[in-house]
């Protein structure tokens, strides 16, 4: 089971920030969060990934709170091409056989003009 | 430049037969996935392959089994299709580590653009 718990669906003005919220108040010392999303009828792609620094690339911004237990990913112009569902996932990143990537149902971001 | 091509997009078949879906990647990869995701958009992993080596295996049936010629595919075979195996079938693949002692750090995974498998 997904150890993380989101908002089911969220809008945004095309332009605006998008911030999209997830839970995860079980996370473990070794485990990092990770936020993928799914464009209609594509695969999964990955946005970024963190441990407790909060990361930026050129995709989005990710905030993990200082406690670890919950997260933000921001994309800071969401366009509507960023309309998608939105998967946070806790994963170990160093270990045996724990690597598996565990999806939960996540947040269908809907951008609107 | 498709980094994990997977083939066919659709498949239409009756129920019974065998099938293969093939994935490729060219990003020099030394781990691949298939996932499955069923009509409720849940997406769960089937298994994964690292260096020829299946490395999970989720409680799928044994009528799906990966093969994986070299390092670079991993395709699916499913045998005796039945109508639940309906689906779209996710390939991925990552750059993952390991060391001498069997640690692994894992990388961000790469997905196919899925197979949509009907079962009638």
């Known amino acids: 089971d997904a150890k993380t718990t989101q908002p089911p669906s969220m809008d945004c003005a095309e332009g605006r920030a998008a911030n999209l919220p997830c839970n995860h108040s079980?996370?473990?010392?070794?485990?990092?969060v990770y936020w993928y999303r799914q464009i209609h009828s594509q695969g999964p792609q990955y946005i970024i990934h963190g441990l407790k620094n909060n990361e930026t690339n050129e995709m989005a911004s990710l905030i993990i709170t200082e406690d670890r237990k919950s997260s933000t990913l921001i994309l800071p112009h969401a366009t509507l091409r960023d309309t998608a569902v939105y998967y946070c996932i806790v994963r170990e990143r160093y270990g045996g056989s724990q690597g598996n990537l565990i999806f939960g149902k996540g947040t269908k971001l809907s951008v609107k003009p | 430049d498709t980094a994990v091509s997977q083939t066919p997009k659709y498949l239409v078949t009756q129920m019974g037969n065998d099938k293969s879906i093939k994935c490729e990647q060219n990003l020099g990869h030394d781990t691949m996935y298939w996932y499955k995701q069923d009509s409720k958009k849940f997406l769960k992993i089937m298994f994964s392959?690292?260096?020829?080596?299946?490395?999970i295996n989720e409680t799928v049936p044994n009528r799906f089994s990966p093969k994986s010629p070299d390092k670079a595919h991993l395709n699916l075979h499913i045998n005796s299709l039945e109508l639940g195996d309906s689906a779209v079938y996710f390939c991925?693949?990552?750059?993952?580590?390991?060391?001498?002692?069997?640690?692994?750090?894992?990388?961000?995974?790469?997905f196919g653009p899925g197979t949509r498998l009907t079962v009638l």
């Open positions: 991925a693949s990552s750059q993952d580590r390991r060391s001498l002692r069997g640690a692994v750090r894992y990388n961000e995974q790469f």
């Open positions: 392959y690292n260096n020829k080596e299946l490395i």
């Open positions: 079980t996370i473990s010392g070794n485990e990092y």
